[in-house]
C-alpha cells in the first residue's frame, strides 16, 4: 500500500496484483478516525481483485492539518470524496462508507449515475430515521461531554473511559489500545447534522445497496441499521451476532469481508 495526496487529501492505494474487477473500491471512514482501522479490508479487497483506494477526510490523520475541524460540514467531507474520485478518474467506484462514512457515501451516491455500488457498515443515519442510542450512563456522559464542547466551541477527544464502552467495546488488549490511538476530535458542526438529521434523496440513489448492522454495537445499533436498510430501500440488509462498530478490526473480521466481497461480485456488472 502507498500513500498518494489529492490537494490536502491524503489518500491511501493499493492496486490489485490480479485485478478482476474494472471498478475499484472507496473507503470512506467514520468520526474522529482515520484510515488506519481499515487496513485489514484493503489488503482483503486488494487480493480479491479490486483497486482499493481509502481517503482520509480533510482535518482527519495526515489530510489538512490546517483544516479548523469545528467547522467542517458533512457537505466538506463529500466534496473531498467527489475530489478524490474526480481527480485519480476513479468516479466509478464503489462506495464503502462506515460509521459517518455511511452517511458521506450516501449523500455522495445521491444523483450520481457512475457509482457501481454502496455498502454501509454501521452507517450513520439518514434524516428518517432516528438515531438511537442504549440509554446507560454511558450515554449520558457522552451528551454532557458534547453539550461541553459546544459551549466551548471546541472539539475533543473521548476519553478512553468512554470509548472502550462504545466504539471499541468488542475489541480486546493491544488492538483496543492502537484503536484508541488512532481516534481524534470530530467537527462540532458534523456531529451537530448527524444528531438533528442529514437529508438524503433516496430515490436519487440508483446503485445497488447493501446495509450491514451488528448486534453488539453500542454506537449505531443494529435495530436501526435495520430501519436504515428499509429506508433507502436496500438490495441487501446483513445483520451479525458477533461484531460491534469497529467490524473490520475484530475478531473474525474475515466473515464480513467475505460477504461483502460476495455480494459485490454478485450485484454488480463488471
Known sequence: ?????????????????????????????GAGVNTEYLKNYINFFSGAGWDCYALNLRGHGPSDPGARLEILTLEDYVE????????LDIENCAL??????GLIALKTNEGSDKIKALVLIASA???GVKFE???????????????????R???????????????????????????????QPESLVVSREIGKGYPIAVDKIRSPKLVIGCKK??????????????????????????????????????????DIRDWLAASVKN
Open 133 to 151: 442510542f442504549k440509554k446507560n450512563m454511558t450515554l449520558v456522559r457522552i451528551v454532557l461531554r458534547g453539550i461541553w464542547n459546544s459551549l
Open 80 to 87: 473531498d470524496v467527489n475530489k478524490v474520485r474526480r481527480a
Open 153 to 183: 466551541k471546541k472539539s475533543t477527544k473521548p476519553s478512553f473511559a468512554i470509548a472502550r464502552k462504545t466504539v471499541l467495546n468488542n475489541l480486546e488488549g493491544a488492538t483496543k489500545t492502537a484503536m484508541f490511538n488512532i481516534m
Open 125 to 127: 443515519p439518514p434524516k
Open 1 to 29: 500500500m502507498i500513500r498518494i495526496k489529492v490537494a490536502d487529501l491524503a489518500v491511501d492505494k493499493e492496486l490489485s496484483a490480479h485485478r478482476k474487477f474494472d471498478y475499484p473500491l472507496l473507503f470512506i471512514h
Open 217 to 258: 454495537d453500542a454506537v449505531t445499533l443494529e435495530k436501526m441499521e435495520a430501519k436504515i436498510a428499509q429506508f433507502i430501500k436496500a438490495d441487501k440488509y446483513i445483520a451479525y451476532e458477533q461484531f460491534a462498530h469497529m467490524i473490520m478490526v475484530e475478531q473474525g473480521w474475515e466473515k464480513s469481508a467475505e
Open 96 to 101: 464503502i462508507g462506515h460509521s459517518m462514512g
